[in-house]
């Protein structure tokens, strides 16, 4: 008698992974294109799904699937996930279709139930859930709205600090050189040709890595400092809104691109809550995300709704300063 079948997706911006479990072994991966509703609307998540499904099925195609667990970049709020439910649905031969937030996958991903997430790429966002199921989200408002400590925000601040140098209104910095190379200028005002019209978020975000590479500029370090510093406000300002029912140090897990374990990102954000007196244990992510999908699947739905904490606490910021002095 063949065993259950379970599928986890990770339906990002970029593109949407699915991992097909038999028991505890893998068989099967799919890739398709971005997941994010934000990016391609309810259709988009439903044709990703749909592919990235078909993909990890292969020969399998007729076997009906136990659980899908499905974790969703710009899926927050409950009128958005019932509607991603449903999308879901349609396209996948499942017995039960369970829509989270992405930052869930990452703590499942590094093995724990409870803690918060905190991804740094593009954009940055950070989720938290509670030993009692209770969650949280901070930040993820989009590079206009937001994403302090984000690929995009370092970049911006990169791309002004370079102007200001180059006006005599800021410090002179090493970082003008390989961000006018990056961006195939020859001089700093050449910068306006080629950021007007505005480029795509994700190419300016690009310019980030060189930020955080150049450990040895004291423009560029007092930027990923501040990167640092928005991202550890935003645990603690999860961790406050969450309360302190069952907390004991908990796991914080850092992913994206600029949060690879041992990156300077890592390391300035890792030090930062390290240091406070309220106490985290600092994880890095070592596999994908999808990972953490397919372990939610395996475990099976909840066994009653989860709580989103809504209410915010304005004293955070302060109390991050004072910890820090």
Same mark, same amino acid.
């Given at each position: 008698?063949?065993?259950?079948?379970?599928?986890?997706?990770?339906?990002?911006?970029?593109?949407?992974?699915?991992?097909?479990?038999?028991?505890?072994?893998?068989?099967?991966?799919?890739?398709?294109?971005?997941?994010?509703?934000?990016?391609?609307?309810?259709?988009?998540?439903?044709?990703?799904?749909?592919?990235?499904?078909?993909?990890?099925?292969?020969?399998?195609?007729?076997?009906?699937?136990?659980?899908?667990?499905?974790?969703?970049?710009?899926?927050?709020?409950?009128?958005?996930?019932?509607?991603?439910?449903?999308?879901?649905?349609?396209?996948?031969?499942?017995?039960?279709?369970?829509?989270?937030?992405?930052?869930?996958?990452?703590?499942?991903?590094?093995?724990?139930?409870?803690?918060?997430?905190?991804?740094?790429?593009?954009?940055?966002?950070?989720?938290?859930?509670?030993?009692?199921?209770?969650?949280?989200?901070?930040?993820?408002?989009?590079?206009?709205?937001?994403?302090?400590?984000?690929?995009?925000?370092?970049?911006?601040?990169?791309?002004?600090?370079?102007?200001?140098?180059?006006?005599?209104?800021? %410090?002179? $910095?090493?970082?003008?050189?390989?961000?006018?190379? @990056?961006?195939?200028?020859?001089? &700093? !005002? /050449?910068?306006? +040709?080629?950021?007007?019209?505005?480029?795509?978020?994700?190419?300016?975000?690009?310019?980030?890595?060189?930020?955080?590479?150049?450990?040895?500029?004291?423009?560029?370090?007092?930027?990923?400092?501040?990167?640092?510093?928005?991202?550890?406000?935003?645990?603690?300002?999860?961790?406050?809104?969450?309360?302190?029912?069952?907390?004991?140090?908990?796991?914080?897990?850092?992913?994206?691109?600029?949060?690879?374990?041992?990156?300077?990102?890592?390391?300035?954000?890792?030090?930062?809550?390290?240091?406070?007196?309220?106490?985290?244990?600092?994880? %890095?992510? $070592?596999?994908?995300?999808?990972?953490?999908?397919? @372990?939610?699947?395996?475990?099976? &739905? !909840? /066994?009653?709704? +989860?709580?989103?904490?809504?209410?915010?606490?304005?004293?955070?910021?302060?109390?991050?300063?004072?910890?820090?002095?």
């Amino acid at each position: 008698m063949a065993e259950e079948l379970f599928m986890g997706f990770d339906a990002g911006g970029t593109k949407t992974v699915c991992l097909l479990g038999e028991g505890t072994t893998v068989l099967g991966r799919g890739e398709a294109g971005s997941g994010n509703p934000r990016v391609g609307g309810v259709e988009g998540f439903r044709a990703a799904v749909a592919d990235a499904a078909t993909a990890a099925l292969g020969g399998r195609r007729e076997r009906r699937i136990t659980t899908a667990w499905i974790g969703v970049a710009g899926g927050d709020t409950p009128q958005m996930q019932a509607a991603l439910s449903v999308a879901a649905e349609s396209v996948l031969n499942a017995g039960r279709v369970s829509i989270s937030h992405d930052g869930r996958l990452l703590l499942a991903a590094a093995g724990v139930s409870s803690g918060i997430a905190v991804v740094s790429g593009t954009g940055s966002s950070i989720y938290g859930r509670a030993p009692d199921g209770r969650q949280v989200t901070v930040g993820g408002w989009g590079h206009l709205l937001g994403d302090e400590g984000s690929g995009y925000d370092i970049a911006r601040q990169a791309l002004r600090v370079v102007t200001q140098a180059a006006d005599g209104r800021g %410090p002179q $910095t090493r970082l003008s050189e390989p961000i006018l190379q @990056a961006w195939g200028a020859a001089t &700093p !005002v /050449e910068l306006r +040709e080629h950021a007007y019209p505005a480029r795509p978020v994700t190419q300016i975000a690009r310019l980030a890595r060189l930020v955080v590479e150049m450990t040895d500029d004291d423009v560029a370090s007092a930027i990923v400092a501040r990167a640092a510093h928005d991202l550890a406000l935003g645990v603690r300002t999860c961790r406050q809104r969450l309360g302190s029912r069952g907390w004991t140090d908990p796991s914080v897990v850092l992913a994206g691109g600029l949060l690879s374990n041992g990156s300077t990102l890592f390391v300035r954000l890792a030090a930062v809550l390290e240091g406070l007196d309220d106490g985290y244990r600092v994880l %890095p992510l $070592t596999v994908e995300p999808v990972v953490g999908a397919l @372990a939610l699947a395996r475990e099976g &739905p !909840v /066994e009653k709704e +989860e709580e989103t904490v809504s209410a915010t606490d304005h004293r955070s910021e302060q109390e991050l300063k004072e910890s820090r002095s």
